[in-house]
């Protein structure tokens, strides 16, 4: 289902199921309001440490709308809009699961954001990832209310003027609401998400982009049999060794002699190294489909249960420690891409040194190395664990977070930072193939072919920049059938 969203356009529509829910749960919460003294915290009490000051029943909306103004603290770059409408359709999907206490017409307003193509301006900077993603989240509610800025038809605007363009009246919320929009996971899942679907598409270009290194340094494939991978059966492990089996089937050039007993670990070690990023992958994944069908607001209306309970599900430890365990793992998918491309530019198994007809005169690839060598560098950076840290906030009541968010924003930047490490092997792969009498596998020769269509043989010295970016873009426009990445 993610991948079908991600892939095309959708439009969105409330089921009966889930809108009664969300009128049953709003109206039990304005029936325990009006009915009894009870104190709950966000919806007649101040927030965070403040949590203590109760608030009269005349100020309940009034808290709400402050509440939204003063946590749109967002700061640094803005997120991408794919990110932007993944956070509105996943803070949907937990609306109208009916424990959040708000009224229908502020999730049906939120869908009809969605529908219309309307993506509020967020920014990357000002979670912490525990009491929810407040300042993103109220980034994203502010434009509900005719604050901030959106982006609509490729145009940035005032939210107030895109309201009233297209007739829209600004939403006023009721007790509760601020809270529930403001309250949850979303930014962390919306970039969980994107980041997910980019990841499975980069493992298998990674296994394709690592048989054709191997056709091109003429490598052993006896470190692909399934019978020593069995020994070891770990999932990911054996999945990579079948994938570049059959990439590389009935490849003339894998049939070539070959020198010397044993490949360097980059190539010999490519199903263990790609494998575990595989089983990563799969934990990852786990954790983000729970994310998405999960309620992360506080507190929560339980109507069937007559009780407000407030906890703690806002909190991203989950989130934080899946993103991080992937930054790892695509972070090796980088550094031993950038190993077999050095192997490829070494002079060795009878190719030119980096890669050029006369080299000295011509430098090749020697610096498309350097490149890849500073961006796994800083992609070491990047996999650096965000949730080993921790940084108490409003005077000490929220004293241990989860610093999910900049895991997210840090996973999104690793995960792009791969997507040109693997151009520049695929480059190297293709020039290294130049050089080679006889043809890959029909498969990954139909590969090739299309991508010399943009890149072509580097015969000399020219301006590599641009022969890198087309190898980007060629990157991004794979079309991979959606079985494939699931499988």
Known sequence: MLLEVSNQPIQLELSEDSKQKVITNRKYLETVLN????????????????????????????????????????MGEEVPSKVVQWMLLLKIQSLSLGYSGVQLQTVQYLVDFYNTGITPIVFTQGSLGASGDLAPLAHLSLPLLGFGKVRYKNKLLNASTLLNQLSLQPLTLGAKEGLALLNGTQFMTAYGVQILLKSLRLSYLSDLIAALSMEGFMARQSPLHEALHLLRPHNGQIKTAARITEFLQDSPMMSQPRVGTQDPYS??????????????????????????????????????????????????????????????????LGSISE????????????????????????????????????IVSANKQLATPASIDSIPSSNGQEDHVSMGA??????????????????????????????RSEKCSDFAQSFLDTFREQTGFVEKDALMHDHMQAAVKFIQSVQIDTDLLLD
């Open 267 to 332: 190539f010999r070690c490519v199903p263990q190294v790609h494998g575990a990023t595989k089983d990563a992958l799969d934990y990852v994944s786990k954790i983000i489909v729970t994310e998405i069908n999960s309620v992360t607001d506080n507190p929560t209306v339980f109507d069937s249960l007559d009780e407000v309970i407030s906890g703690g599900n806002f909190h991203g430890q989950p989130l934080a420690l899946a993103l991080d365990h992937l930054k790892i793992a695509m972070a090796e």
């Open 35 to 74: 009915d009894s003294e009870r104190i709950i915290y966000g919806v007649n009490t101040g927030f965070g440490a403040l949590h203590n000051h109760v608030i009269s029943k005349s100020d309940l909306n009034q808290l709400q709308e402050n509440l939204v103004l003063s946590h749109a603290c967002g």
């Open 339 to 374: 190993r077999r491309t050095y192997q490829l530019l070494s002079g060795s198994r009878g190719l030119p040194l980096f890669l050029v007809n006369e080299p000295g005169l011509n430098s090749g690839f020697m610096i498309s190395q350097y490149t890849a060598a500073s």
């Open 406 to 435: 900049n895991a997210a924003v840090q996973a999104y930047d690793l995960v792009n930072n791969l997507e040109t490490l693997l151009a520049i092997e695929l480059l190297c792969a293709s020039q290294a193939l130049f050089f």
